[in-house]
């Protein structure tokens, strides 16, 4: 490229108060040896950055602001770093958000997704909610350049799902979704794709429950009105689910899960809890021989493998879990809808004049 900076559109979170700025900024086409710039083309809100829009007690002790926010997208590269190799100017791709260092213990032994030095693309580092972002080369995954744009800003999350989901065989299995925001909507769609018997789905939002229905799930309970355990039970013949997708991070739906869980069962976990919860190990875990993964992130690359195998193959629902397309610089309205849970999955768009 020729010019050395480029103009752009960027979502920055400025000040810590509730909110983000809509700003003008400059960013430099400069590139570290391994690094690449990607002209953003679509880029999905997600529960991360809604708690950096409200500005919680998790942002506060996290952010060094002023930060340009946002983490997953997909884009076309524009440049690349003199010793990049196998991501090259043109290619469409997507971003692994976690920059891993690639020598520690974890890393090492292939398991990347808990590496000890992991940073996060929008939250330790300039982010996607941008007209322009450079990361390095080796979070690039390279998508077919006829794929749809919105399906691939999702893979990250997606990922997520995939993760939760594909650790415990599901096959003809019956299943429990805890929590139906986007990334459980896509625990459904996923499970359904992995040709689970029976899903449960259990959800507090009304909208949500009635997405659920929409993707699948052959059982919608809504906690507040109902005995969850008891449902699941009488769901189940009296002995429980195979496999528990934790999604919601609630206290009690987390306590539940663990008395309506079939002995041997397994028990994934990616919601992140505010709180301490008390288990019966005893009778609850112990006694009954289950199996519990904590899920962080995506394994990489091997989730992403599969996700790019499930889009492939047509086996996913996406346009029915991707429910709001905004201009990139209504993300404050994405936001809003998000704390509403009136919606799936949100993606930003760029405009033209987002790119200068």
């Known amino acids: 490229m020729e010019s050395e900076t480029l103009r752009m559109t960027a979502i920055v979170k400025k000040n810590p108060t509730i909110g983000f700025d809509t700003e003008k900024k400059t960013l430099s086409t400069f590139l570290k040896d391994d690094e690449v710039l990607i002209k953003v083309k679509t880029a999905s809100f997600c529960g991360t950055d809604y708690h950096i829009y409200q500005y919680d007690d998790w942002a506060k002790g996290r952010l060094d602001l002023p930060l340009t926010v946002g983490h997953e997208f997909s884009g076309e590269v524009l440049k690349t770093g003199k010793n990049v190799t196998g991501v090259q100017v043109g290619d469409i791709v997507s971003a692994e958000t976690h920059i891993i260092c690639g020598e520690c213990e974890f890393c090492l032994r292939g398991e990347g997704h808990i590496c000890e030095n992991t940073e996060i693309i929008g939250v330790d580092t300039d982010g996607c909610f941008a007209g322009y972002v450079k990361i390095p080369a080796a979070n690039c995954f390279i998508n077919s350049k006829d794929a749809d744009p919105l399906h691939l800003s999702v893979q990250e999350p997606l ?24 990334l459980g909507l896509m625990g459904i769609d996923v499970s359904k794709a992995y040709k689970a018997k029976k899903i449960v789905a259990i959800e507090v939002n009304a909208y949500r429950r009635k997405k659920a229905a929409e993707l699948g799930a ?113 993300a404050v309205k994405a936001a809003e809808i998000m704390g509403s849970g009136d919606s799936g999955k949100i993606v930003l768009v760029p405009e033209e004049d987002d790119y200068e």
């Open 218 to 330: 052959d059982v919608v309970i809504n906690p507040l009105e109902e005995d969850v355990v008891a449902r699941v039970f009488e769901e189940t013949d009296g002995r429980g689910v195979d496999v528990v997708g934790e999604f919601s991070g609630n206290k009690k739906a987390i306590q539940q899960a663990f008395k309506y869980i079939k002995p041997g069962g397994g028990m994934s976990l990616l919601g992140i809890p505010a709180e301490t919860i008390e288990l019966d190990l005893a009778n609850d875990i112990v006694f009954k021989g289950i199996e519990i993964y904590g899920v962080v992130g995506r394994k990489i690359y091997d989730t992403w493998y599969e996700v790019r195998r499930l889009i492939d193959e047509n086996l996913l629902n996406l346009d029915k879990i991707i429910t709001h397309k905004l201009p990139l610089k209504e």
């Open 159 to 182: 990922g997520n799902a995939v993760h939760t989901m594909a650790h415990f065989p599901i096959e003809g299995k019956s299943v429990a979704i805890v929590g139906c925001g986007p």
